[in-house]
């Protein structure tokens, strides 16, 4: 398993680099440039694509900003918020998206699963058919009006939680945002769990573990839970790469103070830097999301290490 | 200052279908429960105490007021700062850091006289140095910030131009501190206006042994922001969507101001912001977009400024046709800009008829620059069948039977160049109208390599003279994309630039705005300022011309009667 992890990790590591290389390519193809004040005359904006090295070829360029990184250099913005290092811009904005996405993570997936096998061991009846319309309407109603509905019944109308980001109040400021987004994680790992438990128990070793009388607690985690898992596992970790990088929508109703519209906006005004910066911790993020994956695959199923025993 | 374009369309990057949707299920939601009188015992969000909660569609890019360059940070660094001059609730210039202004016979020289009660937020006194600081830093070339425009292209320092370009020393600029309380400024050339950019964002003072005792850039923390106004930056952090002040005791007018703090909050969605505003978290709003149709006859509902105006740019080297009189009469007599304000964009906007909007500037007795509505009717009206008649006239005067030309548009926009080219189209036989949608940046790549036929863009005057949008028409301005010329309106602007005389440089203007209109160096279509929703606990609260917050010093808030309504 080491050794899997360790030649995973310098793949990751190539990629990275691979990944920064065709950031650079592309970014150097796009339109415009940061500096794009009308009342800014053309003396002024050469001048400035000097200051910051831009008028320098790409190649040059990438090879920099790589010997920076190094020493954990990102640049500074250009144009979203002019000389701040990236460093801080995302000191305080990365957090509160990871946390805010790993708590819907939690709360989606948690709530996802229950749902998905209380379904399962009752296909067919009532029950299964609610879970289905639940997820089903869950997948479907967009994010952006779950949070408002949140926002108008418990803001609005009860009075229980900030409408707004309010940094007195940061825990209670990002339960609906949390709320929001978690919604379509517990909906699609429902309709996973659903199936994968429902084919589980129809499978023939719940069957001969059920003739030798194993039931409830005993069947459920010895033999259905564990093997519903994989798939649902690798649902999961999809998922939580996109709720890591920040929900855009989410953020922009609550006012949280996330990354979650950084990324665009940056896009939208040619800061390089930050575009940068935010592909490459996504890419980390999805890169590490894979490694930790195979590593529970591996936990969750012997055959995946007796395999990487046998290599 | 520039106000970011795209800010209107920010809204609308939702789908329409959700949007509409959403407009709908909140205005039920609100009528079901009495929108209008649910206001008030808010518990939630940042409305406790008595600090004023605004909230808005941006955040401040910089919190650096030499770097300054647009109204979306100003809105938030103008809380903090001090300036020599500043505009109070009728859009007066009143005195602020300065006691008092000399100005030279000539106009070239302006001499200030500072209050001895000056100081920073860190008690530190404030003296004429720390303007002469403040200006060298936006002007110096090392310091990179497009700010210089301020001390450049608005009012023409002394030197400023070499300094620029890196021939002479910054030490050189005509500011100078002959002693502690006075500060003299030395123009190349009279600035008529001078008094308005000596309130603009970047003019604000700045302490050289605070930004050399810096550890981190400033104003990337509270900690490396330095305040000469009315508030200190209690929270803040860069881009952050909150923004937290107190009240700054070492401010000189700290008796006028009332609240005990300011909460700026950036609200990107314009239904959450309504809501929020409807439970009493906000007490001001900056509204956008559909939720203003929710609004109609709320008298809280106040609509501010109208520095912003949008119109078409001809590129009269490009194309052969827009140097044919009767052809760009047809366009600018066949656009309904009326029926485009109202049904399109909606409450906010004006339909503009000339290129100074109304209670934008006024003249010297005080009367309304823009004082008669009609005034260009016959060139900017909305007459089909005149126009019809001119363009048979241009097509024929052309030798030509039909026409078509592209029109480049901010994607955000796109719907106002869709809608006018519709109307075009079908009131002008034989023209094909083709749209080239971009983002912004492309759209001034192209404008600046004159690569466009007609362009939809728009303008924010920086001060609030007829100035502030003539200038952009002259041969010689950077942004006169489309390469109008009229020699006579050339002149007429330098002359007036230098015209002491407040009379005949105001005739001047007059006829250099008819010349534009007139010879349609531009077609114009709305203006627009920003509309505001401020609760009925709130007074004090105004904008400035632009109809961006000021600094809020004048604001009271009393607090609420307990319960609904």
């Given at each position: 398993m080491r050794?899997?992890?360790a030649?995973?990790l310098?793949?990751?590591v190539a990629t990275?680099?691979v990944?920064l290389?065709?950031?650079?390519?592309l970014?150097?193809?796009?339109p415009?440039s940061p500096?794009?004040?009308p009342?800014?005359?053309?003396?002024?904006?050469a001048?400035l694509?000097?200051?910051?090295g831009?008028?320098?070829?790409?190649?040059v360029?990438y090879?920099?900003?790589?010997?920076?990184?190094?020493?954990g250099?990102?640049g500074?913005?250009y144009?979203?918020?002019?000389n701040t290092?990236?460093?801080?811009?995302?000191?305080?904005?990365?957090?509160v998206?990871?946390?805010?996405?790993f708590?819907?993570?939690?709360?989606?997936?948690?709530?996802?699963?229950a749902?998905?096998?209380?379904?399962?061991?009752?296909?067919g009846?009532?029950?299964?058919?609610?879970?289905?319309?639940?997820?089903?309407l869950g997948?479907?109603?967009?994010?952006y009006?779950?949070?408002i509905?949140?926002?108008y019944?418990?803001?609005f109308?009860?009075?229980?939680?900030?409408l707004?980001?309010d940094?007195?109040?940061?825990?209670l400021?990002?339960?609906m945002?949390?709320?929001?987004?978690s919604v379509i994680?517990m909906?699609v790992?429902?309709?996973?769990?659903?199936?994968?438990?429902a084919?589980?128990?129809?499978?023939d070793y719940?069957?001969?573990?059920?003739?030798?009388?194993i039931?409830?607690k005993?069947?459920?985690?010895?033999?259905?839970f564990?093997?519903?898992m994989m798939s649902?596992?690798?649902?999961?970790?999809m998922l939580?790469?996109?709720?890591?990088?920040?929900?855009?929508?989410?953020?922009?109703?609550?006012?949280?103070?996330g990354?979650?519209s950084?990324?665009?906006?940056a896009i939208s005004q040619?800061?390089y830097?930050v575009?940068i910066?935010?592909?490459?911790?996504?890419?980390?993020?999805y890169?590490?999301?894979?490694l930790?994956?195979?590593v529970?695959y591996?936990?969750l199923?012997p055959?995946v290490r007796i395999?990487?025993?046998?290599? | 200052?520039?106000?970011k374009?795209?800010?209107?369309?920010?809204m609308?990057k939702?789908?329409?279908?959700?949007?509409?949707?959403?407009?709908?299920?909140?205005?039920?939601?609100?009528?079901?429960t009495?929108?209008?009188?649910?206001?008030?015992?808010a518990s939630s969000g940042s409305?406790?105490g008595?600090?004023?909660?605004?909230g808005?569609?941006?955040?401040?890019?910089?919190?650096?007021?030499q770097y300054?360059?647009?109204?979306?940070s100003?809105?938030?660094?103008?809380?903090c700062?001090?300036?020599?001059?500043?505009?109070n609730?009728?859009?007066?210039?009143?005195?602020?850091?300065?006691?008092?202004?000399?100005i030279?016979?000539?106009?070239?020289?302006y001499?200030?006289?500072?209050r001895?009660?000056n100081?920073?937020?860190?008690?530190e006194?404030?003296?004429?140095e720390?303007?002469?600081?403040?200006?060298?830093?936006a002007?110096?070339?090392?310091?990179?910030?497009q700010?210089?425009?301020?001390?450049?292209?608005?009012?023409?320092?002394?030197n400023?131009?070499?300094?620029?370009e890196?021939k002479m020393s910054?030490?050189e600029?005509?500011?100078s501190?002959p002693?502690g309380?006075?500060?003299r400024?030395?123009?190349?050339?009279?600035?008529?206006?001078?008094?308005?950019v000596?309130?603009?964002?970047?003019?604000?003072?700045m302490s050289?042994?605070?930004?050399?005792?810096?550890?981190e850039p400033y104003?990337?923390?509270?900690?490396?922001?330095?305040?000469s106004?009315?508030?200190?930056v209690d929270?803040?952090?860069?881009?952050?969507?909150?923004?937290?002040?107190v009240?700054?005791?070492y401010?000189?007018?700290?008796d006028?101001?009332?609240?005990?703090?300011?909460?700026?909050?950036q609200q990107?969605?314009e239904?959450q912001?309504m809501?929020?505003y409807q439970?009493?978290?906000?007490?001001?709003?900056?509204l956008?977009?559909?939720?203003l149709s929710?609004t109609?006859g709320?008298?809280?509902?106040i609509?501010?400024?109208?520095?912003?105006i949008?119109?078409m740019?001809p590129?009269?080297n490009r194309v052969?046709?827009?140097?044919?009189?009767?052809i760009?009469?047809?366009?600018n007599?066949s656009?309904n800009r009326?029926s485009?304000?109202?049904n399109?964009?909606?409450?906010?906007?004006?339909?503009?008829?000339?290129?100074i909007?109304?209670?934008f500037?006024k003249?010297p007795d005080?009367?309304d620059?823009?004082?008669?509505?009609d005034?260009?009717?016959?060139?900017?009206?909305?007459?089909?069948?005149?126009?019809?008649e001119?363009w048979k006239?241009g097509?024929k005067?052309l030798?030509t039977?039909?026409l078509?030309?592209?029109?480049?548009?901010?994607?955000?926009?796109?719907d106002v160049?869709?809608?006018?080219?519709?109307?075009w189209m079908?009131?002008?036989?034989?023209?094909?109208?083709?749209?080239?949608?971009?983002?912004t940046?492309?759209?001034?790549?192209?404008?600046?390599?004159?690569?466009?036929?007609?362009?939809?863009?728009g303008?924010?005057a920086?001060?609030?003279?007829?100035a502030?949008?003539?200038?952009?028409f002259?041969?010689?301005a950077f942004?006169?994309?489309?390469e109008?010329?009229?020699p006579?309106?050339d002149?007429l602007?330098?002359e007036?630039s230098?015209?002491?005389?407040?009379?005949?440089?105001?005739?001047?203007?007059?006829e250099?705005?008819?010349?534009l209109v007139?010879?349609a160096?531009f077609?114009p279509?709305?203006t627009?300022g920003?509309?505001?929703l401020?609760?009925?606990?709130?007074s004090?609260f105004?904008t400035d011309?632009t109809?961006?917050?000021?600094d809020?010093?004048?604001v009271?808030?009393?607090?609420?009667a307990?319960?609904?309504g």
């Amino acid at each position: 398993m080491r050794k899997y992890i360790a030649k995973r990790l310098l793949v990751s590591v190539a990629t990275l680099l691979v990944i920064l290389l065709i950031l650079f390519l592309l970014l150097n193809l796009m339109p415009g440039s940061p500096f794009n004040s009308p009342k800014l005359s053309v003396e002024q904006k050469a001048a400035l694509l000097r200051e910051y090295g831009l008028d320098r070829p790409v190649l040059v360029r990438y090879f920099l900003y790589l010997k920076n990184m190094l020493r954990g250099d990102f640049g500074v913005s250009y144009s979203l918020s002019p000389n701040t290092p990236i460093t801080t811009l995302l000191k305080h904005r990365l957090p509160v998206s990871l946390m805010m996405g790993f708590c819907s993570m939690v709360v989606g997936s948690i709530a996802g699963l229950a749902l998905g096998f209380f379904a399962a061991f009752r296909k067919g009846k009532a029950a299964d058919i609610l879970c289905t319309v639940v997820s089903v309407l869950g997948v479907s109603i967009p994010s952006y009006l779950f949070a408002i509905a949140l926002s108008y019944g418990l803001g609005f109308r009860a009075k229980l939680l900030p409408l707004i980001y309010d940094f007195r109040h940061p825990v209670l400021s990002g339960i609906m945002p949390v709320l929001s987004c978690s919604v379509i994680v517990m909906a699609v790992v429902a309709q996973f769990t659903r199936d994968e438990a429902a084919a589980v128990l129809e499978s023939d070793y719940v069957e001969f573990a059920r003739s030798q009388g194993i039931g409830g607690k005993d069947l459920f985690f010895g033999y259905v839970f564990r093997n519903s898992m994989m798939s649902v596992l690798t649902v999961i970790t999809m998922l939580l790469v996109g709720l890591l990088s920040g929900s855009m929508v989410t953020e922009d109703i609550f006012s949280v103070p996330g990354i979650g519209s950084l990324l665009n906006d940056a896009i939208s005004q040619n800061d390089y830097n930050v575009v940068i910066a935010l592909s490459f911790i996504y890419a980390v993020i999805y890169l590490l999301a894979r490694l930790m994956l195979d590593v529970l695959y591996g936990i969750l199923d012997p055959r995946v290490r007796i395999t990487d025993t046998d290599e | 200052m520039v106000r970011k374009r795209g800010e209107e369309s920010r809204m609308r990057k939702y789908g329409a279908f959700q949007r509409r949707l959403a407009v709908s299920v909140l205005s039920a939601a609100l009528l079901m429960t009495g929108c209008g009188a649910s206001r008030g015992g808010a518990s939630s969000g940042s409305g406790e105490g008595t600090d004023l909660n605004i909230g808005v569609t941006w955040n401040a890019a910089t919190m650096d007021p030499q770097y300054c360059i647009e109204m979306n940070s100003a809105t938030y660094i103008n809380m903090c700062i001090g300036r020599l001059y500043t505009e109070n609730s009728e859009h007066q210039l009143v005195p602020e850091l300065a006691e008092s202004v000399e100005i030279s016979e000539d106009g070239k020289t302006y001499t200030f006289h500072l209050r001895p009660e000056n100081r920073f937020g860190n008690g530190e006194p404030i003296r004429a140095e720390d303007f002469v600081y403040a200006w060298r830093r936006a002007v110096d070339p090392a310091s990179g910030s497009q700010a210089s425009y301020v001390f450049d292209d608005l009012c023409r320092l002394k030197n400023v131009d070499k300094i620029k370009e890196g021939k002479m020393s910054v030490e050189e600029l005509g500011v100078s501190a002959p002693d502690g309380l006075t500060l003299r400024v030395e123009l190349q050339e009279p600035c008529p206006y001078f008094l308005y950019v000596v309130a603009l964002t970047p003019t604000a003072p700045m302490s050289r042994a605070f930004i050399e005792a810096l550890d981190e850039p400033y104003g990337t923390s509270p900690e490396s922001i330095l305040s000469s106004g009315p508030f200190l930056v209690d929270r803040y952090d860069p881009l952050s969507t909150q923004v937290h002040y107190v009240r700054n005791p070492y401010y000189v007018f700290a008796d006028q101001v009332k609240i005990p703090g300011i909460c700026i909050t950036q609200q990107k969605d314009e239904q959450q912001e309504m809501m929020a505003y409807q439970a009493g978290v906000l007490d001001a709003a900056l509204l956008y977009g559909e939720v203003l149709s929710l609004t109609e006859g709320d008298p809280n509902l106040i609509e501010y400024g109208s520095a912003s105006i949008y119109f078409m740019m001809p590129n009269f080297n490009r194309v052969e046709a827009f140097q044919n009189r009767n052809i760009l009469a047809a366009l600018n007599l066949s656009v309904n800009r009326e029926s485009i304000a109202k049904n399109l964009m909606k409450q906010g906007h004006r339909a503009l008829t000339r290129l100074i909007p109304d209670g934008f500037a006024k003249n010297p007795d005080g009367t309304d620059f823009a004082g008669e509505p009609d005034a260009f009717r016959e060139s900017c009206g909305y007459a089909p069948e005149k126009a019809l008649e001119y363009w048979k006239k241009g097509l024929k005067e052309l030798g030509t039977d039909s026409l078509r030309f592209e029109i480049l548009t901010e994607s955000g926009h796109q719907d106002v160049s869709e809608v006018i080219a519709a109307e075009w189209m079908k009131l002008l036989p034989e023209l094909k109208v083709d749209i080239r949608p971009v983002n912004t940046q492309q759209q001034l790549q192209l404008m600046g390599n004159k690569d466009f036929d007609l362009c939809f863009t728009g303008w924010t005057a920086d001060y609030p003279d007829p100035a502030g949008f003539l200038a952009i028409f002259t041969s010689d301005a950077f942004n006169n994309y489309g390469e109008y010329t009229d020699p006579e309106f050339d002149r007429l602007i330098k002359e007036s630039s230098l015209e002491l005389e407040p009379e005949r440089r105001n005739e001047m203007l007059h006829e250099a705005e008819r010349i534009l209109v007139e010879d349609a160096g531009f077609i114009p279509l709305y203006t627009s300022g920003a509309t505001w929703l401020v609760s009925d606990n709130v007074s004090g609260f105004h904008t400035d011309f632009t109809g961006f917050i000021q600094d809020c010093r004048f604001v009271e808030k009393r607090e609420k009667a307990g319960g609904e309504g």
